[in-house]
T-cell receptor, first 109, second 117 residues
Framework: EDKVVQSPLSLVVHEGDTVTLNCSYE??????LLWYKQEKKAPTFLFML????IEKKSGRLSSILDKKELFSILNITATQTGDSAVYLC?????????FGKGTRLHILP | DTGVSQDPRHKITKRGQNVTFRCDPI?????LYWYRQTLGQGPEFLTY????????KSRLLSDRFSAERPKGSFSTLEIQRTEQGDSAMYLC???????????????FGPGTRLTVL
């Protein structure tokens, strides 16, 4: 059965810290891996990863995929209170997306 | 606003009633997806359309659930004889698929929060 597992499920850090969120997957017919940020509304798109070893960056956020070990990480440096959210990892297979349960990140001021 | 829109944003109903939700995708997107999300869980895939054709339905979608996209634009999701377990956020997303190449990024609407009393 296809599955996407995120860890940790929740994380509390202080503003300015760096965090690493993990996503491992077992999915047949893998096409791509997506990261989303979800606050008190619908998920918003962050990154799409299709190739191993190529880092995607957007400001303080970066992500990389390892297709051999079947995992991805999302890094956030110099965290700010506005980074508090649930971060969702999702794997696209065929024409369907399978989501993990998310990592709830809380940044303390 | 040219993003995905959903209506209503909130719906409270009594058990046994029927409810219908609407989703308007991004105008040039030909794929439309429905998800259900409960507290502490990631979104769960329900069904998706390419244009007006419903191409896949999850086994989560019981016979009480039906979705349509009659003209390949907006879609409706109907739940008949609602149960308390149907209480959840119902998310709609759209994406663009051109020929055999699928643009995998899905853009989500704000969701419809359903509460069944």
């Amino acid at each position: 059965e296809d599955k996407v597992v995120q860890s940790p499920l929740s994380l509390v850090v202080h503003e300015g810290d760096t965090v690493t969120l993990n996503c491992s997957y077992e999915v047949t017919n893998f096409r791509s891996l997506l990261w989303y940020k979800q606050e008190k509304k619908a998920p918003t798109f962050l990154f799409m990863l299709t190739s191993s070893g190529i880092e995607k960056k957007s400001g303080r956020l970066s992500s990389i995929l390892d297709k051999k070990e079947l995992f991805s990480i999302l890094n956030i440096t110099a965290t700010q209170t506005g980074d508090s959210a649930v971060y969702l990892c999702a794997v696209v297979r065929d024409d369907k997306i399978i989501f993990g349960k998310g990592t709830r990140l809380h940044i303390l001021p | 606003d040219t993003g995905v829109s959903q209506d209503p944003r909130h719906k409270i109903t009594k058990r046994g009633q029927n409810v219908t939700f609407r989703c308007d995708p991004i105008s040039e997107h030909n794929r439309l997806y429905w998800y259900r999300q409960t507290l502490g869980q990631g979104p769960e895939f329900l069904t998706y359309f390419q244009n007006e054709a419903q191409l896949e339905k999850s086994r989560l979608l019981s016979d009480r659930f039906s979705a349509e996209r009659p003209k390949g634009s907006f879609s409706t999701l109907e739940i008949q004889r609602t149960e308390q377990g149907d209480s959840a956020m119902y998310l709609c997303a759209s994406s663009l698929a051109a020929d055999s190449t699928v643009t995998d990024t899905q853009y989500f609407g704000p969701g419809t929060r359903l509460t069944v009393l």
